[in-house]
């Protein structure tokens, strides 16, 4: 809104642009990179002393990595780990959203649903993958599978929980004003449970991208998971780093992004958080 | 226009609902007719809004019903609007599309709930806060976005809820006097809750007051002062001081 001439004449008193005493939590972001640069000098220089069997280090990962760039293969292999990832996460999300929904929403589908949905939760997924190889063999199938279970569970409970935490008198403005079941679904209990909904999908993000490396070291035929097994019975140290640095930043990448959309899609939540 | 006959709402215990835990009304009955003006008063706790609730078709009686140009209400309707004690916001939507929340499940098209909304947020006082989600706001701003939403429906029948419990003395007065012109404009018949006596006075053809435990009515008291009452100053009128003698004495008793 336009400041009148009052709040005008106020501003300019407190002339707020006046340079501020230097503080450090005024640079964060250089801080952070400092930090960076820091970590990983450091680490250049102590790598070298060290056994190259046990650790490598930064430049040696480079020249690695420029090598298996070179050869193609492990553009191959991340391309085919990424589709699995995409395609059973895609899945995990559409279903786990949907069934949160439900269950959030009626008792039935709740009363109905919630055995078999804490029973698969509680059981640790790594023990199911021997099974899933029985059933899909060695091909993406199983994988795909491994990241939808891996994926599913905590959109779910977070979009349960979230349908669950709106106030029966958000209900009742939606009512009053005439919405019938449909319209307080797509415009009460969905926007007030998106950032549950959010949160959910990054943590689901996360689990996922565990659930696919495991099966595929598990499988140790394709993938990032069957690099990561080959480099390091080879005992190629600084090969293995090259895709375990790429998990970290396609983990940290994909948090930025659903970080991003949250915002965008739950805007009046960063005016209203704390810090 | 509004009858409420034999009307009675028990509550339950939380934990054993065969228990019963209050009786929250208790065989109330009110009529009210087309474009009257009616405030309901009494001490918290006694059942306003509950009342208000049942007539809103927010909440089930228990015995009794409320009829709406002769028909039973069981579920809200477009021709009743309600404002709500605890402003009633969607946190998620800014000011505007808060106040095009109505219209919008109404099905209005989108230029024309804007064209509308903006008009009665600036009837209200809230222009230039349209992109301002409530939080951002004070409690009194997010109560006049709630009538904003609840005019700009058009009721037959306005139902408020303590709309200024929330509002400081001098705007309190301002949205007193434009509720009046509002409502001299239009057939609007308004159900007002309040527990200010000289608000139920100033605004009321008619005011309702109401006892605790159980909740019922215990009086009505017909206010005959002249319209419009925005002029002069008719609270210096000795009318409106024998009225508030005589409610305060029935609240009393
Ligand atoms: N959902 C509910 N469950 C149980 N008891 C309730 C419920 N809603 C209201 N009550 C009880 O019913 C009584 C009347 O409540 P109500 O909100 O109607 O009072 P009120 O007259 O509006 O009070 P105030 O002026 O403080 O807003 C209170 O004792 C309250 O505790
Ligand atoms: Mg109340």
Request: glycine fraction near 8%; include cysteine.
């Amino acid at each position: 809104m336009a400041l009148n001439a009052l709040e005008q004449e106020a501003l300019t008193a407190l002339d707020l642009s006046r340079p501020r005493p230097l503080r450090l939590t005024d640079h964060l972001g250089l801080l952070r990179a400092s930090s960076v640069v820091l970590f990983l000098i450091l680490w250049e220089v102590f790598g070298r002393r060290v056994n190259p069997l046990f650790l490598s280090y930064p430049t040696a990962i480079a020249n690695a990595c420029a090598q298996l760039l070179a050869s193609g293969e492990f553009q191959r292999q991340a391309l085919g780990s990424l589709q699995v990832y995409a395609v059973g996460l895609g899945a995990a999300l559409v279903l786990g959203i949907f069934l949160g929904l439900l269950m959030g929403r009626y008792r039935l589908a709740e009363y109905l649903l919630d055995p078999y949905v804490y029973a698969l939760d509680a059981t640790p997924r790594v023990a199911l993958i021997p099974l899933l190889l029985l059933w899909f063999g060695l091909g993406a199938q199983a994988k795909i599978a491994v990241v939808f279970l891996s994926g599913i569970f905590p959109v779910l409970m977070n979009t349960f929980s979230g349908v669950r935490t709106v106030s029966s008198g958000l209900v009742d403005i939606g009512k009053a004003y005439g919405a019938g079941e449909r319209q307080v679904f797509t415009k009460i209990i969905l926007p007030a449970a998106l950032p549950f909904i959010m949160a959910g999908v990054r943590l689901a993000v996360g689990r996922a991208l565990i659930g696919i490396i495991t099966a595929e070291m598990f499988t140790a035929v394709t993938g990032m998971g069957a690099l990561l097994i080959r480099y390091s019975s080879a005992f190629a140290t600084d090969k293995f780093f090259v895709p375990v640095i790429f998990l970290a930043l396609l983990g940290v990448l994909l948090s930025v992004a659903v970080e991003a959309l949250q915002k965008r899609l739950a805007p009046w939540k960063e005016t209203e958080r704390a810090l | 226009m509004l009858q409420v006959r034999h009307l009675s709402k028990v509550f339950f215990e939380q934990n054993d609902p065969r228990k019963p835990g209050l009786v929250a009304l208790y065989d109330i009955s009110l009529s009210v007719r087309k474009n009257e003006f009616v405030s309901l008063l009494g001490p918290s706790g006694c059942g306003k809004t509950t009342l208000i609730r049942i007539v809103a078709g927010l909440l089930p009686a228990d015995r009794g019903e409320v009829l709406v140009n002769g028909k039973p209400v069981t579920s809200p309707g477009r021709e009743r609007c309600m404002v709500f004690q605890q402003f009633g916001l969607l946190p998620w939507r800014t000011v505007l599309g808060n106040v095009e929340f109505g219209l919008e499940i109404e099905g209005v098209a989108r230029e024309e709930r804007r064209e509308v909304s903006r008009k009665y947020l600036d009837l209200v006082g809230l222009k230039g806060f349209e992109d301002y989600y409530p939080h951002q706001i004070s409690g009194g701003m997010q109560q006049r976005v709630g009538i904003a939403r609840a005019l700009s429906k058009k009721p037959d029948i306005l139902l408020m809820d303590e709309p200024f419990g929330a509002v400081d003395a001098q705007t309190r007065e301002q949205l007193q006097e434009e509720l009046l012109k509002i409502w001299a404009k239009t057939d609007t018949t308004v159900i007002f809750v309040t527990h200010s006596i000289d608000e139920s006075i100033y605004l009321s053809d008619r005011v309702v007051v109401m006892h605790s435990r159980p909740g019922c009515i215990k009086e009505e008291v017909v206010v005959d002062l002249p319209r419009p009452r925005w002029e002069g100053d008719i609270k210096a009128d000795p009318r409106f001081a024998q009225l508030r003698a005589r409610i305060r004495e029935s609240l009393r008793a």
